[in-house]
């Protein structure tokens, strides 16, 4: 028996899988370790999963909106969107959800359509839409002062698989 033409396999209960899962998608962990840490924030912006937050000490959290919010030197300031499948909306949190926070760990992460990101990649983070792609919190691998800027160096590619596959280490 050969492999069907449309990249699924029906198992004897009529299951259909697919061959090729996804490797990794937007805001899914990616390996538990003792290291993680997450917090819980109620956001103030839509919030795609996978994309960079900013947090502000009073417990709420967004997209980043300019420069600063990216580059803030505390690191209690940011972390990463984890996806929730229970939202409605299947892609991101809503103005006032309670929002899943990875601030230190391993998370697959939300990119540009068209950013290649490798492992040795100096990342940036959209904060303003403009050429490239217009979701905020999104990484990208140039350097775009006018839209994107670099995060603190505790931010490094764990895992790069090419175009829209990026597994960021936040430490």
């Known amino acids: 028996m050969g492999f069907p033409t449309n990249n ?7 299951l259909s899988v697919p061959l090729k899962p996804a490797v990794g998608t937007p805001g899914l962990i990616y390996d538990v370790s003792e290291g993680n840490e997450i917090v819980t ?45 229970n939202k409605y909306s299947g ?17 697959w992460v939300l990119t540009d359509a068209a950013a290649n990101i490798l492992y040795s990649s100096t990342l940036f983070v959209r904060f303003a839409a403009g050429a490239g792609g ?20 505790a931010m490094q590619v764990f895992h790069g698989g090419g175009v829209g596959q990026c597994v960021v280490d936040l430490s």
């Open 8 to 14: 699924t396999y029906n198992t004897a209960t009529g």
């Open 41 to 85: 924030m109620i956001a103030t912006t839509a919030i795609p999963f996978g994309a960079f937050i900013f947090m502000s000490s009073d417990g709420f959290c967004s997209v980043p909106a300019v420069t600063g919010n990216v580059t803030a030197p505390n690191a209690a300031q940011r972390g990463i969107a984890i996806s929730d499948h």
């Open 91 to 107: 892609n991101g949190y809503d103005i006032g959800d309670a929002v899943r926070v990875l601030r230190r760990g391993r998370i």
């Open 134 to 153: 217009a979701v905020l919190g999104a990484f990208r691998t140039d350097a775009d002062t006018a839209t994107a800027s670099s995060p603190p160096v």
